[in-house]
């Protein structure tokens, strides 16, 4: 029975609180200054909302997801492929590619990209594994 009391007076009660918040024909000196407090912490509220840095946009990470899955297709079909005109050239290319797509991948992951010789299988092998960690597939 208690909770059916509460069901019924806590709404009413939070109804009644929010109307003496608005403003009517008169108003009290407690309830201006209220409302001025209210005013106050939302006005410090919105400005740390609308100055927070924006995050990366999910639409980029995206876009570099799927051209990473295009470009490591490409590799493994050249890789397989033992027929292919400047075949290492290619391949070289290619794997360039990857590795700049990578660090951009990395950038947007806020994962640390190490300067190295172009091509270093090491430092691609540990910015696939911290993206994979990252929740990153491609």
């Keep these: 029975m208690a909770w059916l ?3 019924m007076v806590l709404p009413a009660l939070t109804f ?6 608005v403003p009517g024909a008169e108003s009290s ?16 509220a919105s400005g740390r909302l609308r100055h927070a840095p924006p995050g ?3 639409f980029d990470a995206l876009h570099v997801q799927m051209r990473l899955t295009i470009v490591a297709e ?6 397989d ?3 292919a005109w400047a075949r ?45 960690a990252r929740g990153w597939t491609w």
Excluded at 16 to 21: G, I
Excluded at 74 to 79: A, D, G, K, S, Y
Excluded at 99 to 121: H, N, Q, S, T, Y
């Design 5 to 7: 009391l509460l069901w």
């Design 16 to 21: 009644a609180a929010v109307l003496r918040l």
């Design 29 to 44: 000196p407690r309830t201006r200054a209220a409302r001025q407090r209210l005013a106050r912490v939302l006005d410090r």
């Design 56 to 58: 990366p946009d999910p």
């Design 74 to 79: 490409h590799l493994r079909r050249l890789e």
């Design 81 to 83: 492929d033992p027929h």
């Design 88 to 132: 290492a050239e290619r391949i070289i290319a290619s794997q360039l590619a990857y590795d700049a797509l990578l660090a951009d991948a990395c950038r947007l992951a806020g994962v640390e990209v190490r300067p190295r010789p172009k091509g270093d299988p090491w430092e691609r092998m540990r910015e696939e594994v911290e993206l994979a």
